[in-house]
Each structure stands twice: as structure tokens, then as C-alpha cells.
């Protein structure tokens, strides 16, 4: 007789069997981590929060040595700066810190994919050092992704220290990311969702409350240290007139060509750099400095380094509309040179900057073009911001989220959505691959993306059932009804109903060996017992069934409002052939 | 992808590419039970040191962009005194980068903007202030004067009114009563003197009997909104602390005479005379009030006869004005004909010329008001047609004023 105890509706995957001892230590360790886990995601957000005040004074310390203490900059600081120090950054990465280069999204996404969590503290500290002296010397880069790689590498360090699990290993890194960034940008809600949205790149109910934790406690450190002044101050933004959404509209197309273009930029020169011969490395951020340090000198200094004094000059509608627009196509540029030349450094605040400037330079047009029309400088600079997170990065939920966070104004979330949809739209139909998962498989790298997960078609109980069957017995019967009955039934495996609620299963063999037995009197329900099948609903996700159905071959599918009525059956081979149709009806976008 | 290796010591997966194992390090295995507190307090100790050096080096820097912000100040303060405007503004802007949410520094900005031209970008960070501190007086001032140079009037209005009544950091009541003056002179400048006489009757119930400058100054607004009656008030109150005070007996003269009490007018312009008053418009009005007192046939206590020598006085003065201003248009008064104001009234002046003389006048005394009617009416048609006449003329306009018999 084939039955099951599992309770209904459930979903736990048993363990695997572990013999006793094992079985002991693994427990003793999994009680121990889960204690530790929430208490270490706090010490990490206090430890990196404090490693990201250093960080973002190092940079300071680094810009004002090197560039002045003029903003911005002037001279011919601004050529030799950029140049001389992008070759001594080129040096340091080619010969101490190689794994420096870049941002290092991908490389804490590919620490948590690949390496097990492992980041080594070499590259922590090779990251600290030379995007401090990157940026300082006007490289167009942000603090943000070094942040985050700096506050991951400080969580896998202490991870390995303690000894965790590479379960827990590779969960701590997502959770120090989020630290760092939240630290980096003082705004731990759009951290924790674009580490879920770009690091972890799936939604991991395990590991939230520990980033979110981990977040909360760099933001507050930073703040400490840093004060409580947002990144930008923005200017009270008035409520917006239902026409005023058209110019939003021609933000979010203008936005999603800007970030087709930027990211295309990257995507083409980055594997071409990274061919060159391999001594080139070591010059390629000295020689993008030189044209980064001509496009300073030769007037316009703003895009150099991470510029967040000009983003906020360009919320307060500081700059001709003229020179919005140059300042976006220029830091597009200088970003791309430093970006692709392997100098490390993020894109968070180049894609804040050229968000700005593009916003800023939209509105200032829409405003001489269509006066009704236009709001206020502040308000398009900042669906900017949103624009080009959503259309270049491609985090639209980080995007708009961030937006609210930095403004503290929710009048603004509807330009916002509908501006950061359209250029959402734009750039995934022009650019199918996000920026970083196209970083990461130019680097050999094939890692999960949310933007993939969001593609996967989530197939249902509904999907693969099929309709019930004409015998069902009742546990009321006797067991020589129930074979008469189940003589007509085609299926070896017959359900059951049972009261005054929940199904059983009973094979045919079982109650003819019952009847050969001598007992055929006996009822259903005394044979079958408390032993109940799992029950499964038309939308639970079709793997549910695939936990029960090698010990229930027949699995009832109810209806949540009534138990006993019966919806379908589901068995192993309805389950098979219905993947085996999702496989070939879904073609995987990155193929 | 290469197979994972396990590490032999800790059964560990190593990292791609690592031969030492991280998680153990080569380290001789440390039991759990002391391995969690030695770590914890590293970890601890740790982050104290970290902290500890974070503070120093936020201190430091902290220090260091103060006196960046000082120094860029101070050069921009410099330059914008010097009228360097541009290097101006990038000082000042150099300075804020240091120092965010410095009001001052702001506030000079916006004025090196304004004085640069950039008007919008000052207005942005003005408003931008605002939204920070509505009630903030010196920027609710800043955008009054700003929206008053746009033409925006009620946009000046409110922000004036958001100064008088907003928060000064240094000495708030002589700020709020400026900037209520500043908007009194708006109002007045646009003509809005309604507005204005509201002001300044707030302005003044809030000053103190020992402040005689401003008291002045309500009380010449007053004048100029066209309120003598609170001006001499204002002026009388000056006086009462100090006799001797010129202006107020100029103000309160000018007052008197506004109001048409020409004896008050007379006594206080011969005392601002007589203490060496300048003004052109003193010597002016006290001789009009002078002649409006020898010529007015109803003032008050003059004999019966003194009442019709005046009233034919001023009847032959009315006659030469007529005439002199037809003359001067040249309109025949001789043909009956000619239509028109000044006809009419040379038909009516004939038609009781001969009757308008002392005696007749004693023994008709209704013809006198007839006849000052008539002069009254002559003066306002010949002034009409040929503009102010001569002083007697202008007496007995205002003679009928006094009178109430022509409209002011």
C-alpha cells in the first residue's frame, strides 16, 4: 500500500539522511550560525560603514591634493593629475592588485556565483587605495561600487574568520555589499534592493533581514560620521499637472537612447581594450586620463570624478540648458575611457551625473519648446537619476525607489515610474543584455540576473494536471465495493476521500491482496488510517509536486475553498510532460 | 568550470584558482568552543580601533573643509567686492562645496549671482532656501526684492510680507520694520496706496516714542500714501517729544495744509521757516496758506464787511482769469455764439457782474454764495482749460476745497 503522512499543503524539502553524530554537529553549527548570522550582519554594517567614511575621505583627501581645492578644478592639474596617476593606478593593479579592475558588481556577484563568498582582503584593500586615487585625480568614476565590493570583501573576511558554512559564506557577501553601498550613497533602502536586484539578482527571503540589518547599521555609522545631510539637497518639489507627464515621456524616450548608447559604448570597447596586448593594461588608465584631463582643461572640469557638486548645482538649475546637454554626452564619454581602461572605480555616480545633466538638459528644452508643459529643473534632473538607473544599469526597482529615497518626495513617483518604464523598455529592447551580466560574460563569467529570472514563465499545478477521475471511493466503503468499483477504473491508483477531510490513496493490488486475505468487510478507513496524500492547489508552482509525487504517484488537486472537491490529478508523467513542452516552447534569452 | 576541490583540513570547497584554503588558513584547527569569543573579540577590538580612526580622520577633515570654506568665503567676499563677479560666484560656490548647508555662504552666492545677471540661478537657490525656512526673513527679503525686479507684484508682496513678519537672526524688529518699509515703498511705487496706508498704520503702532527717525520717516510714507491725517498725528507725536525738531514741524506743516487747516499750516511753515527750513514747497505753501487766509470769505470770525470785500475781491479775480485765459485760448467771449465752459461762464459773470458789489452784498447776502459759486466754477474751468493760474487763482481753488464747494 502506498500512502503518505506529509501534511497538506506542504512545501519543506526533507533532509537529506545524516547519520547521528553528523547529524549532531550539523545542528550544533546550524543553531550556532543562525544565532550569529543577524548579530554578524550588524557588526559588518558597522564595519564597513566605517570602512566607507575612510574610503570617502580618502577620495577627498586624494582629490584635494591632486586636483585643488578649487570645484572645479582648474589649471594644468587637470591634465597632469588624471594621467600621472592613472598610471600609477595602472601599475598598482597590473603588478600588486589585478583583481581591482572595474567596478566590482560583478566580481561580488561572481564571489557569491563562483568563489564560494570568497573575497580576498588584498582586493579590498587594493580597492580602497586605487579608486581613492582614481577618483580623487578626476577619473569620471563613483565611490559606490568600490563601496560595495569593499563592504562585501570585509564580510566574506569575517565569514571565513568565524568559521561559517559555505552556505552562510556565500550569503554574507550580498550582505556586506549592502553595507557598503548604503554607506556610499546614505540611502540603505535603494542599497538593499540593488544588491538584490544586481548582486544577489533574485529575491532570497534567507539573506534579506541580514542585508537589510547590515544596511540599516553602515547608513547609521556613515551618518555618524558624516553627518545627516542627504546626498543632494533638493529643492521642495510641487505636485505635477496631468499634461506635465508628456515631457516626462520625452525624458524616458531621450534616457533610454542615452543608456542604449552609453552601454554600447562600453560593450564595444571594453572587449577590444581587454585584447590588447597585455603590458597595454598597465597604461590604458594613464592614457584615458590624458583625454579625460583634455576634456577638463579645455573647459569643461565638471566631469571629472565622481561630480555629485554639479549634480546638485544641476537640481538647482545652475546651468544653461546647452550646457546640461554637453556635460551628459562628455561624462558619457569620460566615463566610458575611464571605465573600459580597467581603472577602478563604480558607475553608480557617473550614471547619477549623466541622469542629472540629461534631465536637466530635457527639461530645459521642453521648457523654451512647450512652457506649459515643463516643471521644475529639480524634478527633471531627478526623473533623470531614475532614467538612466533604470535604462543603463537596468534596476528599475532600485531606480525608482532611489529616487524617492534621495528626494524625500513621493509626488514625484509617477514621472518617475512612467519616465524609468519607457527608458526601461527602450534599452532592454535595444541592449537584451543588462550592463553587468555583459561585463560578467565578457569576462567568462555566466551568472543569474533578476532581469533573467523575470523571463522564466513559472509553471503551475494548473499547467500539468489533468481532470479528475470518474472513481473516486470514499473511506466509508468496504473493500470489496471499492475493488468492484475500481475493476472499472483504467488507473492502477485510486483516490480516496476521506472524513471529514483530506485523501488517501489505495492500489488496486492492495485491496485485491485485502479480498485474498479474508477481508473483504473490512472499510476503507480502517485499512487507510490517519495516512493522508499531500494535497496540492492549481497555483502552487509545479515543483511543489515534485517533492511528493515519488511517494504519492497520484497527487489530488483541490480547490482552496473546499477540500473535497476535486480539480484534477496529477501524476509523474503529466509533471514531465509539461516541462518537457515549457523547454520547448521557451527559448533563453541569452542563447 | 573546473571540479571544486574539497580542503583536506576543514572539508571546505576552495575557491577557484586558490590552493590555500581561506577558510582554515593552514592553521592549526581551534576548537568551537574557543574559537567564537577569541573571534568575537577581534572583531570587536577591531572595529573599536577603526572607529576610533575614523573619528580622528573625520575630525580632521572636517577641520580641513572648514578652513577650505573660509578661505573660498573670504575670496569670494573679495571678489564680489571688487566686482569680479564670475570669480565670484566660483568662490562661492567652491565655498559651499565645503560647507553644504552654510546660510551665509548661500546667501552671498545669490547675491554674486544676482549681481552677475544670473538672476534664475539665484532665484533657484533662493527658493531652494525658502523651502528649507519659509519664515526666514533675509530670504524671504532676497526673493521680494528679486520677484520685484521680475515685475512679479504679487510675488513681491508676499515675500515682503514673509519678511516683515518672518524670523531675523540679528536684531528682528528693526529687520521687520525695514522690510515692511521696503514693501511700503513697493506699494507706493505701483501706485497700490491702500495697500501701503495698511502697512504703515502697522508699522507705526509698533513703534516706540523714543524712536523720532523712524517715527519721521512712517510718518513722511503716510504722506506720500496719501494719509495726512495719520501723518500730522505721527508728526504732532514727534513734536511732543522735542519741539525743536524741524522735520517733524515741515512734515506736520505740509500735514496741516494737506488737510486744509491753513491756520495750523500757516504757524508751523513760519516756524520751519524760521528755523531755517529749506524746502522749496515750505515757502509755497505758506504763502498759499497765507493768501487762503486773507482771501477766504467764510473763514471764521471776519466782519460782515470784511466777508464782501473778499467775495467782490475774489469775483474781479475770477473775471481777469476768465478773460485772461480766453485771451490766451483765444476764444471770443464777445459772440454769443461760441459754447463751451468758459461762454458760459462769461455769460453768467456778466449777468451778475453789476449786482456783486459791497452794497449789494450787505443787503443780499444769498448773492454772495452765488457769486463765490460762480468764481469757484470759473477757477475750476479756466484751470481746466489753461492749467494753474496765478497764486490768487490757486487760492481760491483751494478756498473751494475748504469749502467743500469743488472737489479737491
Known sequence: ?591 | MAAERDCPRCDEALPLGESDCPYCAGRKKIPLYRRDPVVITTVIVIAVALWVVATLVTRAYAAHQQQLADEWFKRGQSDLMAGRLDQAVRDLHTALSYSHDNFDYRLKLTDALSAGGHTREARAYLLAMWDEDPGNGLVNLQLARQAAQAGDTPGAIRYFRGAAFGVWQDDPVENRRSARIELVHFLLAHNLTQQAQSELIGVAANLSPSETTDMLQVADLMMKAGDPRRALTEYQNVLSLGRKNTDAVVGAGKAAFALQMYPEARDLLRRAKAAGATDPQVSTELDQAELVLEMDPYERGISAAERERRIVAAFNAAGTRLNQCAASRNVDLSNSSTTGPLSADTSDFKQIERSVTSANLRRNPEQGDAAMDLVFRIERDTTAACGPGDRTDQALSLIAQRAGRLAP
Open chain 1, 1 to 591: 500500500m502506498s500512502t503518505s503522512s506529509t501534511p497538506a499543503s506542504a512545501t519543506a524539502v526533507p533532509n537529506a539522511p545524516v547519520s547521528s553524530p553528523s547529524r549532531y554537529f550539523a545542528l550544533r553549527r546550524t543553531f550556532r550560525e543562525e544565532r550569529l548570522f543577524l548579530l554578524l550582519a550588524i557588526v559588518i554594517g558597522v564595519l564597513s560603514g566605517l570602512s566607507v567614511v575612510c574610503f570617502r575621505v580618502a577620495i577627498e583627501w586624494s582629490r584635494l591634493r591632486l586636483l585643488g581645492s578649487s570645484v572645479p578644478p582648474t589649471g594644468v592639474r587637470l591634465l597632469l593629475a588624471p594621467s600621472l596617476v592613472g598610471l600609477l593606478v595602472g601599475l598598482i593593479v597590473f603588478f600588486i592588485f589585478p583583481k581591482v579592475r572595474g567596478s566590482g558588481v560583478n566580481q561580488t556577484k561572481a564571489a557569491l556565483y563562483v568563489y564560494n563568498g570568497y573575497i580576498s582582503f588584498r582586493t579590498v584593500i587594493g580597492k580602497f587605495i586605487c579608486s581613492a586615487l582614481a577618483i580623487g585625480a578626476g577619473h569620471s568614476l563613483g565611490p559606490e561600487d568600490p563601496s560595495l565590493q569593499i563592504g562585501a570583501g570585509i564580510a566574506s573576511a569575517l565569514g571565513r574568520s568565524l568559521k561559517l558554512s559555505r552556505e552562510k559564506i556565500r550569503l554574507i557577501a550580498p550582505v556586506g555589499a549592502a553595507a557598503g553601498l548604503a554607506a556610499a550613497f546614505n540611502a540603505p533602502i535603494s542599497a538593499v534592493l540593488f544588491v538584490i536586484e544586481e548582486v544577489i539578482g533574485r529575491w532570497s527571503a534567507g539573506v534579506l533581514g541580514a542585508v537589510v540589518l547590515s544596511a540599516v547599521a553602515a547608513a547609521v555609522v556613515e551618518r555618524w560620521f558624516l553627518g545627516f545631510a542627504p546626498l543632494f539637497r533638493i529643492p521642495a518639489l510641487q505636485g505635477f499637472r496631468a499634461a506635465e507627464l508628456l515631457a516626462y515621456v520625452a525624458l524616458g524616450v531621450v534616457g533610454g537612447f542615452a543608456s542604449v548608447l552609453f552601454a554600447r559604448a562600453i560593450s564595444v570597447l571594453r572587449p577590444k581594450l581587454i585584447a590588447m596586448p597585455r603590458w597595454t593594461h598597465a597604461i590604458q588608465p594613464a592614457l584615458a586620463g590624458v583625454l579625460i584631463g583634455a576634456i577638463g582643461y579645455f573647459g569643461f572640469p565638471q566631469v571629472m570624478g565622481a561630480g555629485y557638486e554639479f549634480v546638485d548645482q544641476a537640481i538647482h538649475d545652475q546651468f544653461t540648458w546647452q550646457l546640461l546637454g554637453i556635460l551628459a554626452g562628455l561624462k558619457i564619454l569620460a566615463t566610458t575611457l575611464s571605465f573600459v581602461s580597467g581603472t577602478p572605480g563604480g558607475m553608480f555616480a557617473p550614471t547619477l551625473f549623466i541622469g542629472a545633466m540629461l534631465g536637466g538638459f530635457v527639461g530645459g528644452v521642453e521648457r523654451i519648446a512647450f512652457p506649459h508643459l515643463a516643471g521644475s529643473s529639480a524634478a527633471y534632473a531627478l526623473v533623470g537619476i531614475g532614467v538612466l538607473f533604470a535604462g543603463f544599469l537596468r534596476a528599475p526597482m532600485t531606480s525608482v525607489f532611489m529616487v524617492l529615497e534621495v528626494s524625500g518626495n513621493y509626488s514625484i513617483i509617477v514621472p518617475v515610474i512612467i519616465a524609468n518604464t519607457i527608458a526601461y523598455l527602450i534599452s532592454r529592447s535595444l541592449q537584451p543584455v543588462p550592463l553587468f551580466d555583459m561585463l560578467s560574460r565578457q569576462d567568462g563569467l555566466d551568472l543569474p540576473s533578476m532581469e533573467e529570472q523575470r523571463e522564466v514563465t513559472l509553471v503551475r499545478v494548473e499547467d500539468a494536471m489533468i481532470p479528475p477521475p470518474e472513481t473516486v471511493l470514499i473511506d466509508n466503503m468496504v473493500v470489496e465495493e471499492a475493488l468492484k468499483r475500481a475493476e472499472n477504473s483504467p488507473s492502477d491508483v485510486l483516490l480516496v476521500r476521506r472524513s471529514p477531510s483530506g485523501w488517501s490513496t489505495v492500489r488496486k493490488d492492495d485491496l485485491k491482496r485485502l479480498v485474498g486475505e479474508g477481508k473483504p468487510e473490512m472499510t476503507l478507513m480502517s485499512v487507510l488510517a490517519t495516512q493522508l496524500t499531500p494535497i496540492l492547489h492549481p497555483d502552487h508552482p509545479l515543483d511543489t509536486a515534485l517533492h511528493y509525487i515519488y511517494d504519492c504517484p497520484l497527487l489530488p488537486v483541490v480547490h482552496r475553498a473546499d477540500s473535497h472537491r476535486l480539480e484534477g490529478v496529477l501524476t509523474m508523467a503529466d509533471i514531465l510532460r509539461t516541462y518537457r513542452g515549457a523547454v520547448t516552447e521557451s527559448v533563453d534569452p541569452r542563447h
